[in-house]
């Protein structure tokens, strides 16, 4: 029997994105919009079951080294491959309908796989190196993918800022990287984490380890490099929307997971260079309070949930925020919480996009009003965007609830009940504004002249899939914690 | 398994409905609502339970256990079973839902199979609040519920729905959320591996914390008893936390009326039961007069409110904050008499509310106004629906041989009984609310039902729809058979209620000292 190789969906997704630039070649001319969007399908839902497969498979304490240490398989690479795999074959499904009118198919979905072949193997870098080449490859398809619509003068000015902000945000963690360099004179997070313990160098790596925490900022959405993420999501096609503030963001926390607890244990570097947790405290509290209050005052949907995902990311900042030095199983169990909210994120946020991906497929207009009374024409969608709704802000009808008491309980544990408490206040504000969601599609009158032209197969199957998805996570939450949990044991064993 | 099968059966029907073209929904969904009734009587038939559900010494009917979710420092599993007070309540919700389904086949009209599939959607959603016993899965199942009302309320609810929608749906989830804060930190400071409600109740009563927060035992026990007590109370709802019902009833749709005061409400009294007086029955023993000034303001405010209204829904509704006022009388005499007159005071009042309701919708479906200044001598035009309306009236001023009589004689006796401060002196004021009651009752029938007949509306008063007699004739019987048979559901009641007041003889000890 021939062995697979640890990297197997990083593989895939590759391979994948190759066959569809390889299928445009051989049929340039042809529109084959189904073909596309059935290998891509294909690749990324194979790469979500061999992670899957992979995490079954591997019961022990797994960690396999590739190329020298420069790539790491583990439970947390898997973990989030995963994410990413499924997030992204939601994605493509959904775009089966949304893009079948537009022009440069293949190079769609090619660099919707591209990007998401970076994502997981940002899950697994496990040297600065690897990590800023898997971040950019993340990262370039997705600027071009925001700024897919090129026609549309929203879709190209988010295009911009996202690239431009991009841009600065890599400068930035490209400097960290050298600095941190300077200090350990290496590379591989492994070998930093030997060198880091007595350094003389502290503020050189204190600065370093700074300059990182920007570039993870950046592509998770968090305070202070949040600013792309309501006018990239609220321009791109809402797929890619759904794509980037879901697998993008979990794919920036795995790399930071991996990278501060790896590379800087807080032993070592709190008392030399600089505490992050102390750090990312702060940013979680700024992050979670400021996504909420601004996703509080929006008019449309998409911004709303714009804004939502930037208090998303700051409830899973609490992972890193409540670490401390020393406390191994309370250490496991926060990071682990964050890994879980991630996953049943993943599912109800990009829910949540492509619900809206499927309100712009029928042109009902973008603010709240205009999505009045849409539960009278398409009850079935409008029962998953409830459940999308009332998962993200908490309500025991989705995995949402789980994972968030999973999570704020896990802060307790660790000592920080006063930032469970800011949690758990946003967090039952932020049922008012996804409540007006619900309201609007289902207790307001439709005006007379709403008609939705059909139901796209493909936006339905991706919409109705990730609610049933986001409800089974609420009774089958139980393994999904516990591998989230164990990644996050491994981790730390090192 | 069966408690499983119920809920699973009553969801995979909600789901059905759903799914079923208009025309037939509402008949599919009384079909299918008699499987869970005839389902929940062969359980009451089946019923072996002894003792309290959250008394390691009480055995439960139809118990299942399985593990949910083991991480983290609290397992949480799911654990269904009933005992004596819960049978009861998963009785009434059946039946009640599905009279509930018949009387909404006149009001609603529009998007009908969306209607009855949410009103399927929340008895399956109730049956697990009654019948959870680890506090995950009875959360879970209490949040539940309110998604459903809210719909129900915002679509199908009268001119202000909307607002009346977002009210109940903030105040109650606000309350929850209080509560659920309560219940996890005393959990978490207490020396417990799960949330089995059973495991708490024991570590409670022996005091086993591991940490108070340093707050020490007793101030974490008053902070959390209170932080519960809140919640539940808006639920109930108590004065001064009841201003969103009124809203809620009188925009709401006849049948989610029914539902609500018939079942809702309840979850309130019996969460507090449950929690609150089960749990932390110290606590609830030391602030015993705050509690009674609570239950005997609401009885005597509320009778008060409803002698105000000219609207019959409103003057059902706010009785019914009166009536609960005795529940939770009852419940913190802390006697057997109390207690169990309580809980026979939740069903009684829950088929009583229920019918009274839906009297009210009857006559607002024939004569489209529910004014009691539009209204007068209907009786002869509507003999039976009259007839049930006045039965209904009787059983709510607690006439003998009607199931509220049952309920309140057993309430007043538990507070004549009870030993805290002033018991009789409150109990005493309380029941003078009977006698508002009577007044605003009589006075309210005899200007709409009675007198020469005129009715300031367009529409011909006409004998209500054959289907409508149905619901309020079968559950007028209901009434009277619970009333003149009380030990149907009294026995169990008074099995599962017996060993609280054993486990705590404080409660029921005389005490020394000067008061009164």
Aim: charged share 10%; aromatic share 14%; net charge negative.
């Amino acid at each position: 029997m021939v062995e697979l190789p640890p990297l197997t969906p990083q593989i895939v997704l590759g391979v994948t994105a190759i066959v569809l630039f390889g299928v445009d070649i051989v049929a340039p001319n042809t529109r084959k919009n189904g073909l596309l969007a059935g290998i891509s399908a294909a690749g990324t839902s194979l790469a979500a079951a061999t992670a899957v497969w992979f995490l079954a498979a591997g019961t022990g304490d797994f960690r396999f080294v590739q190329f020298d240490g420069a790539l790491v398989v583990d439970a947390l690479s898997l973990f989030f491959a995963f994410i990413v795999g499924s997030v992204a074959t939601l994605v493509v499904v959904a775009s089966y309908d949304y893009v079948r009118e537009e022009d440069h198919l293949a190079e769609f979905y090619s660099l919707v796989i591209l990007a998401a072949t970076g994502m997981t193997l940002m899950a697994s870098a496990n040297s600065l190196v690897t990590v800023f080449v898997a971040l950019e490859l993340a990262s370039l398809p997705s600027y071009a993918l925001v700024a897919f619509l090129k026609t549309n003068r929203g879709s190209v000015e988010a295009g911009l800022k996202y690239f431009l902000i991009g841009a600065l945000s890599s400068a930035v963690m490209a400097y960290g990287i050298s600095l941190i360099y300077a200090t350990t004179g290496t590379l591989l997070l492994d070998d930093i984490a030997a060198a880091v313990t007595g350094t003389e160098l502290g503020g050189v790596l204190g600065l370093g380890i700074v300059m990182l925490a920007g570039g993870f900022a950046f592509k998770t959405a968090s305070v202070p490099f949040h600013f792309w993420a309501p006018e990239a999501y609220e321009g791109a096609p809402a797929p890619i929307s759904a794509f980037l503030s879901s697998a993008s963001k979990a794919a920036g926390f795995a790399v930071a997971f991996r990278v501060f607890t790896t590379a800087f244990p807080l032993d070592a570097v709190a008392a030399t260079a600089v505490d992050w947790s102390l750090l990312f405290v702060v940013l979680a509290v700024v992050t979670m309070t400021l996504g909420n209050f601004a996703a509080a005052t929006q008019d449309t949907v998409k911004r709303m949930l714009a804004y939502s995902s930037i208090g998303h990311a700051g409830y899973v900042l609490m992972g890193l925020a409540a670490l401390q030095s020393g406390a191994t199983d309370a250490n496991s169990f926060v990071l682990g919480a964050s890994m879980t909210h991630l996953l049943v994120y993943g599912f109800m946020n990009t829910g949540a996009f492509l619900f809206v991906a499927l309100a712009e497929y029928w042109d009902v207009g973008r603010t709240f009003e205009d999505y009045n009374g849409l539960a009278t024409r398409a009850p079935v969608a409008c029962v998953a965007m409830t459940v999308f709704m009332f998962s993200l802000a908490g309500l025991p009808v989705g995995g949402g609830f789980l994972s968030k008491y999973l999570l704020f309980a896990g802060t307790v544990q660790a000592g920080f009940a006063w930032l469970a408490a800011v949690a758990a206040i946003n967090s039952a504000l932020s049922l008012y504004y996804y409540s007006r969601v619900v309201k609007a599609i289902w207790i307001e009158d439709p005006s007379d002249d709403l008609t939705l032209r059909g139901t796209p197969t493909g936006l339905y199957t991706a919409v109705i899939a990730a609610g049933v998805a986001t409800v089974v996570l609420l009774v089958a939450f139980d393994p999904v914690a516990q591998t989230a949990i164990h990644a996050a044991e491994v981790l730390f064993a090192l | 398994m069966l408690i499983e099968a119920l809920i699973a059966v009553t969801f995979v029907s909600a789901v059905a409905v759903m799914l079923a073209p208009d025309k037939i929904a509402g008949k599919l969904a009384f079909a299918l609502s008699l499987l869970p009734v005839a389902g929940s009587l062969w359980m009451f038939g089946q019923y072996d339970a002894s003792g309290n559900a959250l008394f390691e010494a009480g055995t439960l009917a139809f118990e299942t256990t399985a593990k949910w979710i083991t991480v983290g420092p609290y397992a949480l599993n799911w654990h269904v079973g009933v005992d004596g007070i819960s049978m009861p309540l998963v009785v009434l919700s059946t039946v009640l839902t599905s009279l509930a389904i018949l009387s909404a086949w006149t009001p609603i009209q529009e998007r009908q199979s969306q209607f009855y599939s949410l009103m399927l959607f929340m008895l399956a959603s109730l049956l697990g609040v009654f019948t959870a016993l680890d506090f995950f899965v009875w959360f879970v199942f209490w949040e539940f519920v309110l998604v459903p009302m809210y719909f129900l309320i915002g679509i199908w609810g009268g001119p202000r729905r909307k607002y009346a929608a977002i009210k109940f749906f903030v105040y109650t989830n606000v309350a929850s959320l209080v509560m659920f804060i309560g219940f996890v930190a005393l959990v978490f400071a207490l020396d417990v591996n799960s949330f089995d409600m059973i495991a708490v109740t024991s570590a409670l009563a022996n005091d086993s914390f591991a940490t108070t927060y340093g707050l020490g035992a007793e101030t974490l026990k008053v902070v959390a008893f209170f932080a519960m007590f809140f919640g539940f109370a808006v639920k109930v709802p108590t004065v001064p936390l009841h201003t969103w019902l009124p809203d809620a009833h009188v925009q709401a749709p006849t049948p989610a009326s029914v539902m609500l005061a018939g079942v809702l409400l309840k979850m309130g009294t019996y969460a507090m039961l449950r929690f609150n007086f089960t749990m932390l029955p110290g606590v609830a023993r030391d602030y015993a007069v705050l509690i009674a000034i609570f239950a005997v303001v609401s009885v005597i405010y509320g009778a008060m409110l409803a002698l105000a209204q000219q609207d019959l829904k409103r003057i059902v509704a706010y009785s019914s904050v009166s009536s609960m006022g005795y529940v939770i009388l009852g419940l913190v005499a802390y006697n057997v008499y109390g207690l169990g007159g309580a809980t026979f005071q939740m069903v009684a009042h829950g088929l009583i509310s229920g019918l009274m309701f839906m009297c009210v919708g009857v006559i607002y479906n024939v004569a489209h106004t529910r004014m009691v200044g539009d209204l007068s001598g209907i009786a002869d035009k509507m003999p039976v629906t009259a007839a049930v309306f006045v039965a209904a009236a009787f059983g709510y001023m607690g006439l003998p041989l009607m199931a509220g009589f049952a309920g309140e004689v057993f309430i007043f006796i538990g507070g004549f009984q009870a030993t805290f401060p002033y018991a009789q002196l409150f109990t005493a004021v309380a029941m003078f609310g009977i006698v508002v009651v009577a007044g605003y009752l009589l006075f309210a029938m005899q200007r709409v039902l009675f007198g020469p007949f005129s009715a300031d509306t367009d529409y011909d008063i006409v004998p209500a729809a054959s289907h409508d007699t149905f619901a309020i004739v079968v559950l007028v019987l209901l009434v009277i058979v619970l009333g003149t048979a009380p030990e149907v559901f009294y026995g169990m009641i008074q099995d599962a209620v017996n060993p609280m007041v054993d486990s705590f003889p404080e409660a029921t000890a005389v005490l020394t000292g000067g008061e009164l």
